[in-house]
């Protein structure tokens, strides 16, 4: 049986092949529910800056849910979806930086990335606004913070990534896609075989793995270039592009859900078919670690879905969005914590 979806997903390619069933080291890990204060959606981008939690999903017209994890409450909603003074328009991609010390806002449709100061976002008293903008040229779907600039991929015509500098001019384009990547439109390949990306909290590393082809990929940023380290890879994607659809057969595995970046390598995997994830092309319950050199490390096993995840690796905790088990919030999301 094959179902019709709309989707954006993204992905990758290149050399040192190499693969293994990241098995070893595997701890079972068990979740327990966070009461923030209010109700949450399904979010795309779960990030922490100690001790904010920010949490993005669309509610009351406002794009992200700050919960302060030392003392326990929910403390504001901020991000007005507007085209005005201080508005932005979503899809948005959160990240931030430890080197620093600031919050990432990307406007995916305008190319626009925001800089915000977290002391701004945990007052209430205080709207946030943003200490610089910075406009990516090519307008890349996800991008993350590096050494001196950004990463960024995208449906560009050529190279898989783009390196930009702090003012969001392109410094180099490079990548070749995997498998039949090469051969398709650039719109097509970007679907098919972009995927997860996350960047090391010193900004010299970065990775990019896939969620339709099992390929995932680490970088060093040298010189304005970056240089594979790392390849891991082991089939192609089992789904056909038509348009802007992808049909994916119940027979395809999913792979690298969602990615996030710190002193190490966090991706989070589904290793299902789709049919076995209950046709849902997001969603995973295991955690694999490397290190920035590509190296495998350890693995962690969740007892429920997740779909997005940041790590305190200060005080070993992952927080994770996942479906709400509470029959009054029956089809609704929340937030769990984990110890690692």
């Given at each position: ?78 991000l007005t979806i507007g085209r ?96 039949r990547g090469e051969g398709m ?111 495998y490390l350890r693995s962690y ?40």
């Amino acid at each position: 049986m094959c179902i019709v979806i709309v989707i954006i997903v993204f992905l990758f390619g290149s050399c040192n092949i190499q693969r293994t069933d990241f098995s070893s080291n595997e701890t079972n890990i068990f979740g327990t529910k966070i009461d923030i204060g209010c109700l949450v959606g399904q979010s795309n981008d779960l990030i922490y800056f100690a001790p904010l939690l920010l949490y993005q999903d669309v509610y009351d017209n406002h794009l992200v849910t700050v919960f302060d994890t030392k003392n326990e409450q929910f403390v504001r909603r901020f991000l007005t979806i507007g085209r005005g003074p201080g508005e932005v328009t979503p899809p948005l991609r959160l990240f931030v930086s430890t080197v620093t010390q600031q919050i990432y806002a990307f406007q995916v449709q305008t190319g626009y990335l925001n800089v915000y100061e977290p002391d701004d976002i945990i007052d209430k008293n205080t709207i946030p606004y943003t200490h610089r903008q910075v406009f990516l040229e090519d307008r890349p779907i996800d991008v993350k913070k590096i050494k001196n600039g950004y990463v960024g991929i995208g449906m560009f015509d050529d190279g898989r990534f783009r390196l930009y500098d702090s003012i969001g001019n392109i410094v180099s384009s490079f990548g070749v896609y995997p498998f039949r990547g090469e051969g398709m439109s650039h719109i097509d390949r970007f679907f098919i075989y972009q995927g997860s990306l996350a960047a090391s909290f010193d900004g010299n590393y970065f990775a990019i793995g896939t969620a339709f082809c099992d390929n995932l990929e680490f970088y060093r940023v040298e010189d304005g270039n970056a240089v594979l380290i790392k390849r891991y890879e082991s089939y192609d994607v089992k789904a056909v592009f038509y348009g802007n659809r992808i049909r994916i057969d119940d027979n395809c595995k999913m792979d690298y859900m969602a990615a996030y970046g710190g002193k190490y390598c966090y991706m989070l995997y589904s290793g299902k078919t789709y049919l076995e994830n209950e046709r849902r092309p997001i969603g995973g319950s295991k955690i694999i670690v490397f290190d920035w050199n590509g190296n495998y490390l350890r693995s962690y096993s969740t007892d429920a879905v997740i779909f997005s995840f940041c790590v305190d690796e200060e005080n070993n905790i992952l927080y994770a969005s996942a479906l709400d088990d509470d029959d009054e919030n029956e089809g609704g999301f929340c937030i769990l914590q984990f110890n690692i």
